[in-house]
């Protein structure tokens, strides 16, 4: 069974402008969620995603976004692009919804602000 | 306020040493704690998971135990190796869906031959 994946594994942008990441989840999976890893703040939850419903939200302003398809496919976007959004980006996906399902997270997208 | 704290931030052992990562924590309500591997590039992978009853849960050469009363858990590996090189996340789950997540830092871990 394929892992999840994120495109693109590498991006480059430049203040202001906007970025779009893509997820796809393991098969199956309907959970996907989002967080931001920077060496200063580690592992913070950006949103998660079910039966395209965001169901919660971390702590990001408004321009952090996200959405998901109903094949569970998820998008996140960033607007207005600042030298703090740098950092990896990573999605994970689990079966459902409770604390017993465990997350597998893909690559990540390291994302660079210039 | 909900915190999840990790010591050292980093550890250099030798191959073949045993080790021990240390994971403190502030949250609550508590549902479960899970430790994490991340090697550098990838995305996390977990290694165990415990619940409040549980006081220890073992993977291969890795073995976590969770003092509910103090609210501490520690990572242990045993027989270290060159592939156990990675950043370790303590990550605990404030709420029975398991999506209010408080991550740990990380322990970076440098194993050397």
């Known amino acids: 069974k394929a892992g999840v994946t994120q495109t693109p594994r590498y991006l480059i942008k430049t203040r202001g402008q906007q970025v779009t990441l893509s997820c796809s989840p393991i098969?199956?999976?309907?959970?996907v969620s989002w967080y931001q890893q920077t060496p200063g703040q580690g592992l913070q939850f950006l949103f998660e995603y079910f039966s395209e419903t965001q169901r919660n939200k971390g702590n990001f302003p408004g321009r952090f976004s996200g959405r998901q398809f109903s094949n569970s496919r998820s998008e996140m976007n960033v607007s207005t692009l600042e030298l703090g959004d740098s950092a990896l980006y990573l999605c994970?996906?689990?079966?459902?919804?409770?604390?017993?399902?465990?997350?597998?997270f893909g690559p990540g997208t390291r994302l660079t602000v210039l | 306020k909900n915190q999840v704290e990790q010591s050292p931030q980093s550890l250099i052992i030798l191959e073949g040493k045993n080790c021990t990562l240390q994971c403190n924590y502030t949250v609550s309500p508590f549902s479960n704690l899970r430790w994490y591997k991340q090697d550098t590039g990838r995305g996390p992978v977990s290694l165990t998971i415990?619940?409040?009853?549980?006081n220890t849960k073992s993977n291969g050469r890795y073995t976590a135990t969770l003092d509910a009363d103090t609210k501490q858990s520690s990572l242990h590996i045993t027989a270290s190796q060159l592939s156990d090189s990675a950043s370790y996340i303590c990550v605990v789950s404030a709420n029975q869906a398991g999506t209010a997540l408080i991550f740990g830092k990380g322990t970076t871990l440098s194993v050397s031959s």
């Open positions: 098969s199956g999976h309907r959970s």
């Open positions: 415990m619940t409040f009853s549980e």
């Open positions: 994970a996906s689990r079966l459902g919804q409770g604390p017993y399902n465990e997350q597998f």
